[in-house]
């Protein structure tokens, strides 16, 4: 039987999943920990990938290679680059792109991947599922939209940096694996999705905000597989 497969970052985010799980049982392979178990009857396993791209890239192949996959799914924090949206509120990545990768020396758009494109999409039903259901069972009152979450590796932090990638890829959040995630799952023929719960804003001293809101983000997000599953 086909297992869904979730991928986080964070051991916060994780655990977030992690505790709506069942019959848990736990493998490891090259030292990653894959952890198996039911959500609503439903078989899934989970893995914390680490931060940065390299470990999401490496982390969903590894996850692809060895288990029987309907689906990905990428949960966790994310930072917010639309004014409109606030602490706790979720951005489901219809599109994902990679804001540093840059070869524009050689003629094409920042962003864009030789054999892969610019922006990635997740799959749409996916997509449509998960808001339709974020929309129709209300979370704490919080907004819900589907967009462009935009990756790199950096923790973005200053204000101009967030109003470059807003402007550049009309993106509403940043993160730092959604995107190579989409990358892997693109190239393999794997349908995936990628949840962002936003935990901080780009303003100079937002690491305090996300420090603090972190474990918040994670349970909306877990939330929500548990309601989509």
Not at 36 to 61: L, P
Not at 67 to 86: C, M, P, R, T
Not at 161 to 186: P, R, T
Not at 199 to 221: Q, Y
């Amino acid at each position: 039987m086909k297992k869904i497969g979730i991928i986080a970052a964070m051991n916060e985010e994780i655990n977030g999943v992690k505790n709506i799980m069942t019959n848990i049982s736990e493998k490891q392979i090259y030292e990653l920990i894959f952890i198996e178990g039911n959500i609503n009857n439903k078989e899934c396993v989970i893995v914390q990938s680490g931060i940065g791209k390299v470990n999401a890239a490496r982390t969903t192949q590894i996850l692809i290679d060895n288990y029987n996959l309907e689906y990905i799914v990428n949960v966790g924090s994310a930072a917010s680059l639309n004014d409109k949206l606030n602490i706790g509120d979720i951005v489901i990545g219809e599109k994902l792109i990679q804001h540093d990768f840059d070869i524009t020396a050689f003629g094409h758009n920042k962003g864009y991947i030789s054999n892969v494109g610019e922006y990635i999409q997740s799959d749409t039903m996916l997509v449509k599922k998960i808001y339709n259901c974020c929309s129709n069972n209300k979370i704490e009152d919080i907004k819900i939209k589907s967009g462009v979450i935009a990756s790199g590796d950096i923790f973005c932090t200053s204000e101009e940096m967030k109003n470059k990638i807003n402007n550049k890829f009309k993106a509403d959040a940043v993160e730092m694996e959604g995107a190579a995630i989409a990358q892997v799952c693109y190239l393999d023929k794997i349908p995936f999705v990628v949840i962002r719960s936003i935990s901080d804003t780009p303003n100079g001293n937002n690491n305090i905000t996300f420090d603090k809101f972190l474990v918040i983000a994670s349970k909306r997000c877990a939330n929500i597989i548990n309601q989509v599953i």
